[in-house]
C-alpha cells in the first residue's frame, strides 16, 4: 500500500505566501516523477508543477515566477511553495507520484487526497 498525504493548506491573503508538502509512504521502491495539481470549483483538475526524479522542473505559464516545486527524496515527500499568491489560485491542491513498489513491478500513478488553498483578504 502506499499512501501520499498532503498538508500544508490552508487561508492566505492575496501577496502571501503558502508551503505544501505531500509525503509518500508505505512500500516504496522507486518514486519516478512528483507533481502538484489544483482542481477550483466547477473546473477540471489542472497541472501546476512537475518534477523529475532527477530534479527537473515544468510549470504552468500562469505560476511561473511565483511557485517553486521541490523534492527531498530520502523523504519522498514533494513540496510546492507558493508565493505572491492570487485569488484565482484558490482551488483544491493534489500531488501525485510515480512509484513502483518492487523491483520488478510496473509504475503507478498515485495521488493525495487534495489540501484547500484560499486566497483571499
Known amino acids: 500500500q502506499v499512501q501520499l498525504v498532503e498538508s500544508g493548506g490552508g487561508l492566505a491573503q492575496p501577496g502571501g505566501s503558502l508551503r505544501l508538502s505531500c509525503a509518500a509512504s508505505?512500500?516504496?521502491?522507486?518514486?519516478?516523477?512528483m507533481g502538484w495539481y489544483r482542481q477550483a470549483p466547477g473546473k477540471e483538475r489542472d497541472l501546476v508543477a512537475t518534477i523529475t526524479s532527477g530534479g527537473g522542473t515544468n510549470y504552468v505559464d500562469s505560476v511561473k515566477g511565483r511557485f517553486t516545486i521541490s523534492r527531498d527524496n530520502a523523504k519522498n515527500t514533494v513540496y510546492l511553495q507558493m508565493n505572491s499568491l492570487k485569488p484565482e489560485d484558490t482551488a483544491v491542491y493534489y500531488c501525485?507520484?510515480?512509484?513502483?513498489?518492487?523491483?520488478?513491478?510496473?509504475?503507478?500513478?498515485?495521488w493525495g487526497q487534495g489540501t484547500q488553498v484560499t486566497v483571499s483578504s
Open positions: 508505505g512500500s516504496i521502491f522507486r518514486i519516478n516523477a
Open positions: 501525485n507520484a510515480v512509484i513502483a513498489t518492487m523491483r520488478s513491478s510496473p509504475f503507478y500513478l498515485y
